[in-house]
């Protein structure tokens, strides 16, 4: 089972080409670092960012499908936790409380004006993101075809209501069940397996023949 | 993946769950990331202004301060309105016109509905009509009366009241709650200004208007002074003034004595006079 706490996604840096080195992966709880976080000392929130960041930004880059408003998500989403360090619970994993901060991020996105706007001129095509999202192994060819699927995969996501958009990315491509998609949504059990459910049968209409 | 339901999933449909599980994980830009580390370690980002999400259009400041002004001011403008006219009793012979729609005595219903807000009210045969406005006012009109007749004063502004008159008897009590309010009364020949009180105006063309008091007092001037200019006249007292402008003051009439006494006893607990 795949959970925050162990995300069936860990970072890849041989996928991503960028990354921090020297952050540990997402997922192992660090009592004493959290309750460094939690009094800002400028060191543990660095490490925080380090940590999390990733985790941030593809999440948001995924639900909102535009490298510009993932940024403003990014920071939207660390500027909460600047202001909520202090109630932060070093006992327990931040990732949960991270993927669901950014969702309502995202979801605040979606109502706004400049959601809309940017979904107007929305360009999964960006060369900037193929650029990110290349694998790293100087392989044109294998480049190409990544790109080309990310490509598809995303435009179908960004196809898709977005509620179900999010039930379908927070559980395979965040990693997380059923319930940890009911909590973060503030949803029921079976609501958020039915969304779930639903949002497979859309997206698996709308790559039907493409992948 | 103990909850994927993988069991129910068809091939299409796992394919594509795979297609997004393999999907790669964006990563911010260098120059971001340094950028939005730098602001997060040193709390610069709490200094500077987040996005502001953006609110669903009905709970937008923009709008909803006008909806709850909008709402507000019809709250009041309704809570401020008067008390609707009834037809205390409608006795005799005869119909009333409201507006050009005629009513019998037995209409009373429609009569009611109808002058609910006031109007061109004439009274013609042997009918007559008691009119009350709760705890406000009340006017009584005498066969053949003939007046436009405003809706009763409001609660806390606009308290103005009046009635025009062409010809006619028309009698008028105030109740409690007219207190701060004034009625003006015009004629032909005169305009009548009372703010609390129980008086006559009996118009009769070509002879003049008498206006008579029963209780407080009510200034009366000529056809052209305007509403509260004029002589006072004390209860007990009327004022005769002639289509010429000639007027007089003298002591009441029996009749409207004898009238306005009536029109009290009747409607003196719809006005809180009790």
Redesign the interface.
């Given at each position: 089972m795949s959970t925050p706490d162990s995300p069936s996604h860990p970072p890849d840096s041989s996928v991503s080409g960028e990354g921090s080195p020297q952050s540990p992966p997402v997922g192992t709880p660090d009592a004493a670092l959290l309750e460094r976080v939690r009094t800002r000392d400028p060191e543990a929130l660095g490490t925080f960012y380090d940590r999390y960041l990733d985790l941030v930004f593809g999440l948001a880059w995924r639900l909102l499908g535009d490298r510009t408003l993932a940024e403003d998500a990014a920071s939207e989403v660390f500027l909460k936790v600047h202001r909520a360090a202090d109630r932060l619970d070093p006992t327990r994993d931040p990732a949960p409380w991270l993927t669901t901060i950014t969702t309502n991020v995202c979801r605040d996105l979606w109502r706004s004006g400049a959601y809309r706007m940017s979904r107007r001129a929305a360009d999964v095509d960006d060369p900037a993101a193929a650029a990110t999202l290349s694998s790293g192994r100087n392989d044109p060819e294998a480049d190409a075809l990544v790109s080309e699927r990310e490509r598809v995969v995303q435009a179908a996501l960004m196809q898709l209501p977005e509620p179900l958009r999010t039930a379908i990315v927070l559980h395979d491509y965040q990693g997380l069940d059923h319930r940890q998609v009911a909590e973060t949504l503030h949803i029921a059990h079976d609501a958020a397996r039915k969304r779930y459910s639903r949002a497979l049968a859309a997206l698996e209409r709308l790559l039907r023949g493409k992948l | 993946?103990?909850?994927?339901?993988e069991y129910?999933?068809?091939p299409?449909?796992r394919?594509?769950?795979d297609?997004?599980?393999?999907?790669?994980?964006?990563?911010?830009?260098?120059v971001?990331?340094a950028r939005?580390?730098e602001?997060?370690?040193?709390?610069r980002?709490?200094r500077?202004r987040?996005?502001t999400?953006?609110?669903?259009w009905f709970a937008r400041p923009a709008l909803l301060l006008p909806l709850a002004a909008g709402f507000l001011a019809v709250a009041v403008g309704i809570a401020n309105r008067g008390p609707d006219w009834r037809v205390r009793s409608a006795d005799g012979e005869g119909r009333v016109l409201v507006d050009g729609q005629a009513f019998t005595a037995r209409e009373r219903a429609g009569l009611e509905r109808r002058l609910r807000r006031g109007g061109h009210v004439r009274v013609e045969g042997e009918l007559t009509l008691d009119l009350v406005a709760s705890g406000t006012a009340a006017v009584a009109l005498a066969p053949g009366a003939d007046l436009v007749l405003s809706p009763a004063p409001n609660r806390w502004w606009s308290r103005d009241m009046s009635a025009r008159m062409t010809v006619g008897d028309a009698y008028f009590s105030t109740g409690r709650r007219f207190r701060g309010a004034h009625l003006d009364v015009r004629t032909p020949e005169a305009v009548v200004r009372a703010v609390g009180t129980s008086f006559a105006v009996l118009c009769e063309p070509p002879r003049g208007t008498c206006v008579c008091v029963l209780t407080g007092l009510v200034r009366v001037g000529g056809r052209s002074a305007v509403p509260g200019q004029g002589v006072d006249i004390p209860h007990g007292m009327r004022r005769v003034i002639r289509p010429n402008q000639v007027a007089m003051t003298l002591p009441i009439l029996e009749d409207s004595v004898h009238r306005l006494h009536h029109q009290l006893t009747t409607v003196g607990g719809d006005l809180g006079m009790d």
């Open positions: - | 993946m103990s909850e994927r339901d129910a999933l068809t299409a449909e394919a594509t769950r297609a997004v599980e393999r999907l790669a994980r964006p990563r911010p830009d260098a971001f990331r939005l580390r602001d997060f370690v040193t709390g980002i709490g500077r987040g996005l999400p953006s609110r669903p």
